[in-house]
């Protein structure tokens, strides 16, 4: 039997954004946070989760409802502004 994959996010201090740290196998969520806590524990982190790799829903800008919605001369106009989101990334404004 194959074991579910989970992907490790963790964050070392409460104010920083969760970051991708690894994935582990387990059978179980319960199983999963003590693999990944067992595996992972070389840092001193604050939080960490373990997410199944099944429930990550891939994003295709090529497919999303925004550009539908939206069309593709709107999609070009979007500019990035230089702050950070919570997720790391720029803000994306129009």
């Not at 992972?40 to 919605?69: G, H, K, L």
Request: net charge negative; with cysteine.
């Amino acid at each position: 039997m194959i074991e579910p994959v989970f992907e490790v996010f963790a964050r070392k201090t409460r104010g920083e954004p969760l970051r991708h740290i690894g994935f582990i196998n387990a059978a179980d969520g319960d199983l999963a946070r003590v693999y990944a806590w067992k595996t992972y524990d070389e840092q001193n982190w604050d939080e960490m989760c373990v997410i199944p790799r099944s429930a990550i829903i891939p994003v295709d800008p090529q497919e999303s409802q925004f550009v539908t919605m939206m069309g593709r001369d709107a999609e070009q106009e979007l500019v990035h502004s230089a702050g950070t989101g919570s997720y790391g990334g720029g803000e994306v404004t129009r």
